[in-house]
């Protein structure tokens, strides 16, 4: 266990920080949270937190999260906690006494160890979409190509324009969310009548909204992948599609490099075991 440490979970993800604490050997801290009937809430911290660095980690997934992070990190000051820090894993950044982005902590590693492990054909891949598809396909020495998106409206996709050679690879989406998921099923269709053999998404923070489910479902991916960043067990129970790559172990490393003052920037290229 480690001591001066004291992890607390936003209410909206409980399952991930459950993992980070374990991983971590910590009891997850106490919170007790009240609604009364004018719609106040009071917060209440459950045990002592003076002279502790003391970590809050949220998800910004607002439906499950009444509370707010300010709230808690306010009664935290208050009751002496030493330093706070707060994660918020959606917003892709820890705040506090250490300030880094968390997809770049998280992403490349856990993309990269999914990719190798399932896709059986992953030195014949070619890697499309955001920017931080040169760095992941550099790190797997295949070739990476482009769609370019050119548009009417927003949310609508006018035409596609594929720059790369996709003929006879599995082609791999790299993305950091999907709203509808109507770009990247759009996509898949272009890159298999491209020629590519199988397609495949990784979209690090998942998706969010309406008609995504069904468009994955009748979309032409072998699978898409997505962090735990947010919970998407629901997802799951209606899309087999999505597969999830669990990123605590890499939450954790980051909270254990931090708190004993080492550089958390290894992590950018090294997945934890």
Not at 27 to 51: A, H, P, W, Y
Not at 80 to 103: E, K, N
Not at 204 to 213: E, L, N, R, V
Not at 246 to 252: G, K, N, P, T
Request: proline share 3%; glycine share 4%.
């Amino acid at each position: 266990t480690m001591p001066n440490i004291v992890l607390f979970s936003g209410s909206s993800h409980q399952d991930q920080s459950q993992r980070v604490a374990d991983r971590l050997g910590l009891e997850l801290g106490k919170v007790v949270t009240k609604k009364f009937s004018n719609q106040e809430t009071s917060v209440e911290i459950g045990e002592s937190v003076r002279g502790e660095d003391v970590y809050i980690m949220q998800s910004a997934d607002k439906s499950r999260a009444p509370v707010s992070v300010k709230l808690v990190a306010n009664m935290l000051s208050v009751a002496g906690a030493d330093h706070i820090v707060t994660m918020d894993l959606h917003a892709s950044r820890i705040r506090g006494f250490f300030d880094i982005p968390v997809d770049n902590l998280y992403a490349e590693p856990a993309v990269l160890q999914w990719i190798r492990e399932n896709i059986a054909e992953w030195k014949n891949c070619i890697l499309l979409g955001s920017q931080r598809v040169t760095s992941i396909a550099d790190r797997l020495n295949v070739q990476f190509a482009f769609i370019r998106k050119e548009r009417k409206k927003a949310n609508e996709v006018d035409r596609m324009v594929l720059v790369g050679d996709v003929k006879d690879r599995v082609a791999i989406l790299v993305d950091d969310m999907a709203d509808t998921c109507s770009t990247v099923c759009h996509a898949a269709d272009k890159l298999l009548s491209a020629g590519a053999t199988k397609v495949y998404a990784v979209l690090i923070h998942g998706i969010s909204s309406g008609p995504a489910i069904s468009r994955i479902n009748n979309a032409a991916f072998e699978a898409v992948v997505v962090t735990n960043t947010i919970p998407q067990e629901d997802k799951m129970k209606h899309c087999t599609k999505i597969q999830v790559t669990d990123i605590s172990m890499i939450l954790a490393e980051a909270i254990r490099r931090a708190h004993n003052g080492e550089s958390v920037s290894y992590l950018f290229s090294h997945a934890p075991l």
